[in-house]
């Protein structure tokens, strides 16, 4: 597996990540096929909220949080939490693990 970055249009670097199939049979497995939507958004994306990963997938907001909770309990995700100005409201912001998602590529199934 392999990450490349380009450039963001904000000036920041977007890091990209190359999943292969048998890394996303492996979140199949052991996270469910919400999870493999959620991780297909967040391979090509640096950081992304939530509701806009729901936005993206068609899945539910609170089966989304539920798949990124089991990845965050894994380690294979991260998240960055703000608070909106306007509502007081807390905003999660998520991204994958490099370190932690190579691991995973590595491992066997049953033994991650």
């Known amino acids: ?3 490349s970055s380009a ?4 000036g920041g670097v977007l890091k990209l ?3 292969d199939d048998e890394t996303l049979k492996k979140v199949a497995a052991l996270f469910g096929e919400d999870a493999v939507r959620v991780v297909e958004v967040l391979k090509g994306v640096d ?3 939530d509701i806009e990963i729901a936005d993206k997938t068609q899945i539910r907001l609170n089966l989304v949080r539920k798949a990124l ?3 965050y ?3 294979i995700v991260a998240l960055r939490r703000s608070r909106d100005k306007e509502t007081g409201w807390f905003i999660f912001n998520w991204r994958l693990q490099q370190t932690n998602w ?3 590529s590595k491992t066997k199934s049953d033994v991650f």
């Not at 450039?7 to 904000?10: A, F, I, N, P, Q």
Request: aromatic content about 10%.
């Open 1 to 3: 597996m392999r990450s």
């Open 7 to 10: 450039r963001c249009l904000s």
């Open 17 to 19: 990540f190359l999943v």
């Open 47 to 49: 950081e992304i909220a």
């Open 69 to 71: 909770y089991r990845l």
């Open 73 to 75: 309990d894994r380690s």
């Open 102 to 104: 190579k691991a995973l």
